[in-house]
């Protein structure tokens, strides 16, 4: 458990308003990121079916759909990435130096 | 035809489960019963004792509560990953979302996605604070700085009914599968299911649990993807000439490829995919194990490992869909009386297997069915030890023991409690026999989305949370979700036999979930009492530690 004086130590450091402030902005931003690109995808499907039922190409019997639905998944997954690949370093870098002041 | 009319109906929840017995216990009552396959039944037998051993190993290193329930935090953050993954990706997965696609196509691709999306969400809002709250449930980040013992009650509740629903769920659907691909007896599947639950989690705790976990996460990608590259070598590997054989034999032909009826409602597509995406992010066994890594870091690792895993095997199981309609629909020798087009031998659900022995023999059928049955287990297993968690840390330690409680003590009850689950599952398991029970899916999905994700994610995130709002949403949610779902078609109509449905949705996450969030608002905001300021006034410590992890229960078994 941490001391009240930690706590306050801590909130008023700038480096960790900065890990706060970039952690949500990254977390926030792919979480909409992603919940649009999905819904996108359901909204077209709910609201103009059509749209997905075009074919990739005039011979094929596969549909635009396919392609999309899998990015949904595939583009999600690579946010993760991004996401961890941000936080493991840079952040954690922050968070790193946020616990090492407290230590002063 | 029974599959599409069973799907219109109650199958969207079904995702996990329900479209194992949704169709497989009639097909198997005609008597389908498939003859004794030995090398299924060796294989099984391998994975049974080596995962036994693995057991023996662990129960030896699992002598204190940390290393019974969290394996110590010793886990890394692949192999966290990779039974996480496992936690997700049950037989019914594997068999029901290959059915969903073989008998709807590009429906089944969406409703695969759909239960992929709570995945990203988990890592981009959860993950990292759950690991730095939290030690041995979710309850202890809930309790963190409001009421313990009404935190924990609530908290064990809900969990408890989660994994209540899902076990019986998948214990109805074990003793099924096993009859069917085994020869087994019903009820002696269904024992012999929980009493190597039983001896997994009492003996070997949450290190056995994370192992049977990782292996059987191991054998059902790498027998999926031997599955999927067979078939695919049968198309040139390509995904168009596939697709265009599938299109020449189904009986829907092209609106296969496109969306098709199950998605065209939004108020019920809406519903589902809330309950799919935020459900996850309230299933108590999901959730314990982010306990079982060192830090923040390998908790956010495991996410990004589980994901890529979950979708691999997403999108592995629409090409086994579709493989199915291409080989398994052309071929008399899976349809019952020969007959193309009738009703395949064992249900829709047996599109997978029908499909692995079709390219593989009967060598990879073997295969495939003692992966089928290992994940059962596995899956079971990591049920039986969230909710003897909730049980033992929660109830009995906390609530009822107020903390004041030795280890051993806690262990003892935790072992109890394990046993007591798993002679209740066995007993349900048997009562439920044969019982159209795709509705309990939608309940443990509804609880977790509208009882236990939005008190979890209010407590994390939002200072002005008091104890009394968190209980009012909780139990709004609780009671909002069941109510609906009882009102729903899938019980209202299909179980109790009413003409009509009150609630005329399947899914009640787009009500119950918001009812929960706005009880618990509106009641925080109205209370003033001075346990309420107190509990904001806490926020702030609580708020560093979920970003720092500074003070964190620390891993203790390196």
């Given at each position: 458990m941490s001391s009240t004086e930690?706590?306050?130590?801590?909130?008023?450091?700038?480096?960790?308003?900065?890990?706060?402030?970039?952690?949500?902005?990254?977390?926030?931003?792919?979480?909409?990121?992603?919940?649009?690109?999905?819904?996108?995808?359901?909204?077209?499907?709910?609201?103009?079916?059509?749209?997905?039922?075009?074919?990739?190409?005039?011979?094929?019997?596969?549909?635009?759909?396919?392609?999309?639905g899998a990015a949904v998944i595939v583009v999600s997954w690579l946010l993760t990435g991004l996401y961890i690949r941000k936080a493991n370093n840079d952040l954690e870098d922050l968070n790193d130096a946020v616990l090492k002041d407290l230590k002063k | 035809?029974?599959?599409?009319?069973?799907?219109?109906?109650?199958?969207?929840?079904?995702?996990?489960?329900?479209?194992?017995?949704?169709?497989?216990?009639?097909?198997?009552?005609?008597?389908?019963?498939?003859?004794?396959?030995?090398?299924?039944?060796?294989?099984?037998?391998?994975?049974?004792?080596?995962?036994?051993?693995?057991?023996?190993?662990?129960?030896?290193?699992?002598?204190?509560?940390?290393s019974f329930y969290t394996a110590g935090g010793g886990i890394s953050g692949f192999q966290n990953g990779l039974a996480v993954a496992g936690d997700y990706m049950s037989a019914a997965t594997l068999l029901g979302i290959t059915s969903l696609v073989y008998v709807r196509g590009y429906d089944g691709f969406l409703y695969a996605i759909s239960f992929f999306l709570g995945w990203p969400i988990l890592l981009f809002l959860m993950a990292e604070r759950l690991r730095n709250l939290g030690r041995f449930t979710f309850a202890d980040i809930i309790s963190y700085r409001?009421?313990?013992?009404?935190?924990?009650?609530?908290?064990?509740?809900?969990?408890?009914?989660?994994?209540?629903?899902?076990?019986?769920?998948?214990?109805?659907?074990?003793?099924?599968?096993?009859?069917?691909?085994?020869?087994?007896?019903?009820?002696?599947?269904v024992i012999?299911?929980?009493?190597?639950?039983?001896?997994?989690?009492?003996?070997?705790?949450?290190?056995?649990?994370?192992?049977?976990?990782?292996?059987?996460?191991?054998?059902l990608l790498m027998g999926g993807t031997i599955v999927a590259l067979l078939t695919l070598s049968h198309f040139d590997f390509n995904f168009g000439i596939l697709a265009a054989q599938a299109v020449s034999v189904h009986k829907s032909g092209a609106k296969i490829m496109g969306p098709g009826t199950l998605f065209a409602d939004p108020v019920s597509t809406l519903s589902l995919s809330l309950g799919a995406v935020f459900g996850l992010l309230g299933l108590p066994h999901i959730l314990m194990r982010f306990f079982t890594v060192p830090n923040a870091k390998a908790a956010r690792t495991s996410v990004f490992v589980a994901s890529g895993f979950v979708g691999y095997f997403f999108l592995l199981i629409c090409v086994l869909g579709l493989g199915g309609v291409a080989i398994v629909g052309t071929d008399p020798q899976y349809f019952v009386d020969g007959q193309l087009g009738g009703k395949l031998i064992g249900g829709n659900n047996m599109v997978a297997?029908?499909?692995?022995?079709?390219?593989?023999?009967?060598?990879?059928?073997?295969?495939?069915?003692?992966?089928?049955?290992?994940?059962?287990?596995?899956?079971?297993?990591?049920?039986?030890?969230?909710?003897?968690?909730?049980?033992?840390?929660?109830?009995?330690?906390?609530?009822?023991?107020?903390?004041?409680?030795?280890?051993?003590?806690?262990?003892?009850?935790s072992k109890i409690a394990t046993l007591c689950i798993g002679a209740v599952a066995i007993g349900l398991g048997i009562l439920f026999k044969g019982q159209n029970i795709a509705f309990l899916v939608a309940l443990a999905f509804g609880i977790a989305a509208s009882s236990n994700f939005p008190i979890l994610l209010l407590s994390m995130y939002w200072r002005?949370?008091?104890?009394?709002?968190?209980?009012?949403?909780?139990?709004?949610?609780?009671?909002?979700?069941?109510?609906?779902?009882?009102?729903?078609?899938?019980?209202?109509?299909?179980?109790?036999?009413?003409?009509?449905?009150?609630?005329?949705?399947d899914?009640?996450?787009?009500?119950?979930?918001?009812?929960?969030?706005?009880?618990?608002?509106?009641?925080?905001?109205?209370?003033?009492?001075?346990?309420?300021?107190?509990?904001?006034?806490?926020?702030?410590?609580?708020f560093v530690r979920s970003q720092t992890g500074l003070g964190a229960a620390e891993a203790s078994d390196h």
């Open positions: 930690d706590v306050d130590r801590i909130v008023a450091n700038p480096k960790f308003q900065q890990l706060v402030r970039t952690r949500s902005r990254i977390s926030w931003g792919m979480f909409f990121t992603v919940t649009t690109f999905y819904y996108l995808l359901m909204g077209t499907v709910a609201f103009n079916p059509e749209a997905l039922r075009a074919l990739i190409s005039p011979d094929s019997v596969v549909t635009i759909g396919w392609p999309l | 035809m029974n599959c599409v009319t069973q799907h219109k109906h109650l199958g969207l929840w079904a995702l996990l489960t329900a479209p194992l017995f949704a169709n497989a216990s009639p097909a198997m009552e005609a008597g389908t019963k498939q003859p004794l396959n030995m090398t299924a039944i060796a294989m099984f037998f391998v994975f049974v004792l080596s995962t036994l051993a693995i057991t023996y190993w662990a129960a030896r290193r699992s002598r204190s509560a940390s409001l009421d313990p013992t009404l935190m924990r009650s609530m908290a064990a509740v809900g969990g408890l009914m989660v994994v209540f629903f899902y076990l019986i769920v998948q214990m109805v659907g074990a003793g099924e599968l096993i009859q069917l691909l085994f020869g087994l007896e019903y009820n002696v599947a012999v299911v929980g009493v190597l639950m039983m001896v997994y989690v009492t003996f070997g705790g949450m290190i056995a649990t994370t192992w049977v976990q990782i292996i059987k996460a191991s054998l297997l029908h499909l692995a022995k079709a390219t593989g023999g009967n060598m990879l059928l073997g295969f495939l069915s003692a992966v089928a049955f290992a994940t059962i287990l596995a899956v079971v297993s990591g049920l039986a030890l969230a909710g003897a968690a909730a049980v033992s840390h929660d109830l009995y330690a906390n609530v009822w023991r107020k903390g004041r409680t030795t280890e051993a003590s806690e262990m003892r009850v002005g949370l008091t104890t009394r709002g968190a209980l009012a949403g909780g139990v709004a949610g609780l009671v909002s979700s069941v109510g609906l779902v009882i009102l729903s078609p899938a019980v209202w109509k299909m179980v109790l036999g009413n003409p009509t449905a009150i609630f005329p949705y899914h009640p996450a787009l009500f119950s979930m918001p009812c929960a969030f706005l009880f618990a608002f509106v009641v925080s905001k109205l209370d003033n009492s001075a346990r309420g300021n107190a509990e904001r006034a806490k926020f702030e410590a609580q």
